[in-house]
């Protein structure tokens, strides 16, 4: 091969390595992309997860929470950059939002590439939503719908109604229970079935044999 062909090779080569690791880093995004202060938008869906119809309903329990006085966000994102968790990128948001004069906020966070979930508040709503309750309400209230079929929408109204609950002053429904899966009759046979039938076969086959060679035998030998 020329060497000019070698050197256009290694460079194609080169810049498919750098393409292949530069995209997933390219959707990563940090919260200093969601601006320096609280967006109009009380759905952030950067990940693009919700139809329209979702975000309408979304928006609708999430401005209910406005009866508490406390302002919701719903936040999606693709993928966080390396070493950033969602609490972590869920506390600068926070940090940055925050205003003396305003609401206390609280903040629903889902990252779609990992299917994963936290909820994080002002300190002022602790008394009201307790860390465990938001820690709960990310890791099974929410993560279930997202790891079962990638329920998007029922994972933030799931996650919505329950902290709206607890607010409101009623008791925390608690994590969704667990489906218990029926497994249907089927004729399909088992493994198990499979090899028994088997076994049973070769024995009435060497019983048959065992009969019919003997009888055999001594027919053509009484011949």
């Known amino acids: 091969m020329p060497r000019s062909a070698r050197r256009l090779l290694a460079s194609l080569l080169s810049f498919g390595v750098c393409l292949l690791f530069w995209a997933p880093a390219s959707l990563a995004i940090s919260p200093a992309a969601l601006g320096e202060s609280l967006p109009d938008a009380l759905v952030i869906d950067d990940a693009d997860v ?22 919701a966000r719903l936040i999606t994102l693709r993928r966080l950059d390396y070493g950033i968790t969602l609490n972590s990128f869920g506390a600068e948001l926070l940090e940055t939002w925050s205003s003396p004069s305003g ?25 009201q939503l307790p860390p465990s309750l938001l820690k709960s309400t990310a890791r ?19 996650g919505l109604t329950r902290l709206s609950t607890v607010l409101s002053g009623g008791e925390d429904p608690g994590p969704p229970k667990e489906i218990e899966r029926v497994t249907l009759p089927t004729n399909i046979p088992t493994k198990a079935e499979t090899a028994e039938s088997d076994a049973t076969k070769w024995v009435i086959i060497l019983l048959v044999l065992g009969t019919i060679i003997p009888m055999a035998t001594w027919w053509v030998f009484s011949r």
Not at 50 to 58: D, K, N, P, Q, V
Not at 103 to 127: C, F, G, T
């Open 50 to 71: 919700f139809s329209r119809a979702s975000r309408g309903e979304l928006e609708t329990k999430l401005r209910s929470f406005e009866d508490q006085r406390v302002d």
């Open 103 to 127: 609401n206390p906020l609280l903040l629903m966070l889902i990252e779609a590439s990992n299917k994963r979930s936290a909820v994080v508040a002002n300190q002022e709503l602790e008394a």
């Open 140 to 158: 099974t209230t929410m993560t279930v719908p997202l790891r079962e079929g990638d329920r998007y929408r029922q994972a933030s109204v799931d």
